[in-house]
């Protein structure tokens, strides 16, 4: 066996001990993992290390958050929740997160730029939908709600910009409404 600290060599006997195996099958056992990791990690996002450590750090958030609970994230909103909160924190981090979205390059036309913008968003919900996934959340039809927020809103906003007619100032007798 190769020369280790004293820790990393008190762990592997501990492991050994505990599954039955030898020290040596410990340590062949673990770099064979580790192997698979990276090829796991190679088969989705290419063998950019940078990359790597990302996808560890969320899945490290997972681990965490559900051993810091003792549930599974998809049969509890609280785990979800703060794993949500670690993704958000690591992202900002990692990735740039809070940097506002690029702007807009002399050339590209507008729909050029806003598919370019609604880019992740649409790959997500095409992962999300081909691993059928899904998420227990209390914000189940939130979403519905804002669209439809949204669009009456604009409907207001549309009636206001039109130029008035005398039947729209005239008074409604009761109300006091114009």
């Known amino acids: 066996m190769a020369r280790t600290t004293i820790g990393l060599r008190q762990a592997l006997e501990k492991a050994a001990g505990e599954s039955g195996r030898s020290l040596a099958q410990e340590v062949e056992l673990r770099l064979e993992k580790s192997f698979q990791t990276d090829q796991l990690l190679d088969a989705f996002i290419g063998e ?28 509890d909103y609280e785990t979800l929740w703060c794993i949500k909160q670690s993704l958000e924190r690591l992202s900002r981090n990692l990735l740039g997160m809070d940097a506002l979205p690029p702007d807009q390059p002399a050339g590209r036309s507008d729909e050029e730029h806003m598919a370019l913008l609604r880019r992740g968003d649409l790959i997500a919900e095409g992962i999300l939908r081909d691993l059928g996934l899904s998420i ?43």
Not at 55 to 68: D, E, G, P, T, V
Not at 159 to 178: A, E, V
Request: glycine share 6%; aromatic share 8%; hydrophobic share 30%.
């Open 48 to 75: 950019d290390l940078s990359s790597h450590n990302v996808m560890r750090a969320f899945a490290a958030s997972f681990k965490f958050n559900q051993l810091a609970s003792g549930k599974r994230w998809v049969d």
């Open 136 to 178: 227990p959340t209390r914000t189940a039809g939130l979403r519905e709600s804002a669209i439809k927020a949204f669009s009456e809103k604009r409907t207001r906003s549309e009636k206001n910009l039109r130029p008035s007619t005398p039947k729209d100032t005239q008074q409604n007798p009761g109300d006091g409404s114009n």
